[in-house]
């Protein structure tokens, strides 16, 4: 894993990553804005993990995509109780460029994450996928906003969410598509499992169409775990704390599976503590 220091607050990426790029927030840091430029053709992974205490911290994240290029980015996030963070991801894609985001929030501290993306130009690709696990009192917002203007443009933002106690989430995306987006496909997508009766989920996924020439859908489910999947592996031998263990991970699964670049995935698989994945 290769480990890098950032000089005025932009990491320009002008080569192809052989290896994931690693950040991590350091609390002596007094700018908490950083500008990940990719440069035209490359194709690069970066991981970035924040997991110190972070009292009412608020960062901001800029990503510029150039033409032709491609970026998976993987936050991982475990800050400590009474932490809060703010994260403010502003996006530019140029042409024929892709990003493909993770975002795995877990711990006992609260944030707020705000996704701004405007794809103006042609034959872009933006996936935002995540994983959002929280207990006691902890809360999540994830508010965004995406406006397709180009044509051919691709978004998806997909999240899943594991709320236990008295913990409470937000999924709040809005996506437009203007007149110029022609044949451009929009999906917004948000599942939750409740395991408290007292966690709660706020969802509001929200399209704003306005042409006919394109593919889109939207929709979000809550509910508890399945009795009935949970009666056959019982059935099966398998006693009830292990058997809710195994359908949780299979829900989160549908996540790491977004993941392409393998070694972002040998990175998640050898981390350790009260939260490994």
């Known amino acids: 894993m290769k480990s890098i220091k950032l000089k005025n607050n932009e990491l320009l990426i002008d080569q192809d990553t052989k290896e994931p790029i690693k950040l991590i927030y350091q609390l002596e840091q007094k700018n908490n804005s950083l500008k990940i430029k990719v440069k035209k053709g490359v194709k690069a992974s970066i991981i970035e993990l924040f997991g110190a205490d972070c009292l009412n911290e608020e960062f901001s994240r800029e990503f510029i995509i150039e033409d032709d290029a491609k970026l998976e980015y993987l936050k991982y996030q475990n800050i400590s109780q009474d932490s809060s963070i703010e994260i403010n991801n502003k996006i530019e894609l140029q042409t024929n460029s892709t990003l493909n985001m993770i975002n795995l929030e877990f711990g006992l501290g609260s944030n707020k994450n705000n996704f701004i993306t ?112 949970l009666l056959y592996l019982q059935a099966r031998g398998i006693e009830e704390k292990k058997a809710k263990k195994m359908l949780l991970k299979a829900f989160e699964n549908d996540i790491y599976a977004k993941i392409e670049d393998l070694k972002i995935t040998k990175f998640l698989e050898n981390l350790k503590g009260e939260n490994n994945v």
């Open 118 to 229: 405007n794809l103006d130009k042609k034959n872009l690709k933006l996936n935002i996928y995540g994983l959002v696990k929280l207990d006691k009192n902890t809360k999540s917002q994830s508010i965004f906003r995406t406006t397709h203007n180009g044509e051919n443009c691709f978004s998806n933002i997909k999240y899943k969410h594991i709320l236990d106690d008295n913990s409470k989430a937000t999924f709040d995306a809005l996506s437009k598509v203007n007149e110029t987006a022609l044949f451009s496909k929009v999906l917004q997508n948000s599942n939750t499992i409740l395991l408290s009766d007292d966690a709660t989920i706020l969802t509001r996924p929200h399209l704003e169409i306005c042409i006919d020439e394109l593919e889109a859908s939207h929709g979000a489910t809550t509910g508890s775990l399945d009795k009935e999947q």
